[in-house]
């Protein structure tokens, strides 16, 4: 994974193609995490994962990361 600071700061200033790169390097996190069983994924969760993975986008402070 490449360093993700230029990419978040992008997708924070509403920069969507920044944000579909993000989405993408995580996607298969988030859907290894919404498994209901090794089979099928929950799409519920799946959903819900994605809504926090965004939330935690919007809450992530760069400047407190990199001091």
């Known amino acids: 994974m490449e360093n993700l600071v230029p990419l978040i700061r992008k997708a924070k200033e509403g920069d969507q193609e920044s944000l579909v790169s993000l989405q993408s390097q995580f996607d298969l996190l988030i859907r290894k995490l919404a498994k209901r069983n090794s089979f099928s994924i ?22 407190r990361y990199l001091k």
């Open 42 to 63: 929950d799409e519920d969760c799946y959903q819900e994962l994605y809504l926090r993975f965004y939330i935690a986008l919007e809450k992530f402070d760069i400047n």
